[in-house]
């Protein structure tokens, strides 16, 4: 299997504004975001990618052309609407400090898994739709490009804290415990065995370890990726 960095797009005028933007159109990044995104450039750009994938909404978009520039050949990352927003509905575009008055506010806190949202489509869906995709295209990028290879995906805070639980093995119900900060890095590495989460709201450490080694004969099991280190890594 490969490598997978999740990237949350940098901050929005919509959460500047404290507003849910969801899926509304023409939510950009604000010149802080364009700034969380320069500064995420100097770490993620000179990675060996092998695929970038991002979520069809703009402020990812430009999230990725901000990190990894303008691609030489016009081809760009490939888009999937599964990394797209959670569809709140009824929800999109109010301020944040209202829509906690609503009795909903309390389910999407406490017991997520069950909340869904009036016009839009449940947390759980959104859940299974992008832990889907990232396991689909992690398997189609390891078979394409060896067990070493790394991925980019940009997707939300929702979307990415999703993905992180399902990693961890937690209840959908457990993911608001996870902090996903704009322009954060998050890396997982998936093994026949068991997910490996090796980053979490990374902003600022040095991800040159991620390269991959020079290319050599390669002789441990399957199994044995899976394996975790008994008494913890020793870096």
Known sequence: MATLVLLRHGRTTANAEGVLAGWTPGVG?????RAQAEAAATRLRALPWRTVVTSPLQRCRETVTAVLGEPADGAG????DRLGECRYGDWEGRPLKE????PMWKVVQSHPSAAVFPGGEPLAATSARAVAAVREWDGRVG???GP?????????GDVIKAIVADALGMHLDQ????VVEPCSVTVIRYTPLRPFVMRLNDLG????GLVPPPKRRRRRAKR???DATVGGSTG
């Open 77 to 80: 990352p490939v888009v999937d």
């Open 29 to 33: 990044l604000d010149d802080t975001g």
């Open 148 to 156: 070493d290879a790394l991925w980019l995906a940009c997707s939300h």
């Open 224 to 226: 044995a990726d899976s």
């Open 175 to 178: 993911f608001q415990r996870i």
């Open 99 to 102: 829509l906690a008055k609503e």
């Open 143 to 145: 078979a394409e490009h």
């Open 205 to 208: 450490s040095d991800l040159s």
